[in-house]
């Protein structure tokens, strides 16, 4: 179970959770701790008062009698008005049975990897993510810290090489999650003797070299997330010892290249594969029809040709299968029939269709449909009407041919329309001015008559016949 399942309804329980005063080292610890915290807007610290339980102080945890064993301060990552603004005292390391540290989304908290850390003997959990910590990870941090469970500072401002005492003695580290930073260098070898590991997450950072090919050794990952970052070469052939326990694999956005491995299709448990932007070459493997349980499958902006296999999958989730050399003449049967799908990504795949003709089973969950960029003909206004929930649908660079009036009815959700470059005829709707939508793009069709009260700018309506009125030059 996720270690923070663990605590959280502890610490909903925490103020009956000793009768007693909490330790004096605890309480001293804590107050100084508040002390290095400049701004605290929404009061989270409020409660932290000398001379009162700190075991019911908001955020703290005693399994030990009067002694704290977690600290879990949690602010949310949209809203500044939780954040902390300070440095992480080392006050801290007075707090001698503390086993967890959860300082999320606090945005403001600043400083170096705090060391402190490396004085708590009980220490399992580590999570200070979502912060803006900074400087180089302590060339020792495996060392002094090799008893910990998880290791999580993704989404601060680390820099410099991943110290390659991570794997060197952390024999109990079954998460080591590090996206987020500005960490360079290769990934380091000894990584592989993490052999209790179940997560590993180093994606947004400026890693560089190849993808270590280590993964026989680490036959407990069940996460892979590598995306983001500049790494070159082929996927490592030692990935596939992971066929049994590997749900999630993201190595999107770097420079990968080669062809996509036979292995891959026989992970059946696989419940997302992320091999975007990267220079992969040659035919999807026909092993992917092996892939029945995969919900998210992207392998766009790549150099990948025909033919794209039949696969047999249950229900996806989201498909982007964007900008490749692929032709695949119509959407996938397998796509079409799926019970239950977000996102469809088909931008550029050679799909020469009436979209009249494409009846999916269902519409209802829709949130983004990208069919831009093909040879699709006939009118969107059947499908999109069949939404409920559609956030954008984009289908520029086509050959749609219809009266851009009959789409009287937008779906409430619907943010993002772009029909640029087709063949779209008669006039503006005014539910294009509809209050929700964020971007419209009707460009170069050949739309005429006046326009709608607009927001939007006259790029968007640039390229017709005979449009007029503001943004554009005023009817005659």
């Keep these: 179970m996720h270690p923070l399942l663990i605590i959280i309804p502890i610490l909903l329980a925490s103020s ?158 079954t998460r080591l999650q590090l996206g987020g930073n500005r960490l360079t260098g290769a990934i380091p070898a000894t990584i592989q003797q993490l052999r209790n590991l179940n997560q590993l997450r180093l994606e947004r950072n400026q890693l560089s070299g190849p993808v270590p090919d280590f993964f026989a050794h680490l036959t407990q990952l069940g996460w892979i997330n590598l995306s983001h970052n500049r790494l070159t070469g082929s996927i490592p052939p030692s990935i596939s010892a992971l066929a049994s326990t590997l749900s999630y694999l993201e190595m999107g956005h770097n420079s990968l290249t080669g062809q996509i491995p036979e292995f891959l299709g026989k992970f059946r448990a696989l419940d997302t594969l992320e091999l975007s932007w990267n220079r992969l070459s040659g035919a999807v493997p026909k092993s992917f029809a092996n892939l029945t349980k995969i919900f998210n499958l992207d392998l766009s902006h790549n150099q990948l040709v025909d033919p794209f296999p039949q696969m047999y999958v249950r229900g996806i989730e989201s498909l982007d299968l964007s900008h490749n050399r692929f032709h695949l003449g119509s959407i996938p049967r397998w796509v079409t029939a799926s019970p239950i799908i977000y996102s469809l990504k088909l931008a550029g795949c050679g799909i020469k269709m009436r979209l009249e003709e494409w009846k999916p089973a269902e519409t209802y969950f829709y949130d983004y449909i990208d069919l831009s960029e093909n040879e699709i003909t006939g009118s969107p206004v059947q499908l999109v009407n069949r939404t409920e929930y559609l956030v954008g649908f984009y289908a520029s660079k086509n050959k749609l041919r219809f009266d851009f009036e009959s789409m009287r009815r937008f779906p409430k959700s619907l943010k993002e329309l772009d029909l640029s470059h087709n063949l779209v005829f008669g006039k503006v709707p005014g539910a294009a001015s509809a209050p929700g939508l964020a971007k419209l793009n009707v460009s170069y069709n050949h739309l005429c008559g006046q326009l709608p009260p607009t927001r939007f700018p006259s790029s968007a309506f640039a390229g017709n016949d005979c449009l007029c009125g503001p943004p554009l030059p005023k009817c005659m």
Excluded at 46 to 55: A, V, Y
Excluded at 82 to 104: D, E, M, R, V
């Design 16 to 173: 009956s959770a000793a009768a007693a005063q909490c330790h004096p080292d605890d309480e001293a610890g804590l107050l100084g701790f508040k002390s290095g915290i400049l701004s605290d807007p929404s009061g989270m610290l409020s409660s932290w008062k000398k001379g009162s339980d700190c075991c019911k102080w908001l955020g703290i945890t005693c399994l030990s009698g009067t002694r704290v064993t977690a600290l879990y301060l949690s602010g949310q990552p949209n809203n500044r008005t939780t954040a902390l603004s300070g440095t992480i005292s080392p006050s801290l390391s007075k707090l001698s049975h503390l086993g967890g540290l959860y300082l999320l989304d606090l945005i403001h908290l600043s400083g170096p990897f705090p060391t402190l850390l490396f004085a708590l003997p009980a220490l399992q959990y580590v999570y200070i993510n979502n912060n803006n910590l900074s400087g180089p990870l302590p060339p020792d941090i495996g060392d002094k810290l090799a008893r910990l469970d998880v290791l999580s500072l993704e989404a601060n401002h680390f820099s410099g090489p991943i110290p390659a005492s991570v794997g060197r003695r952390m024999a109990n580290l």
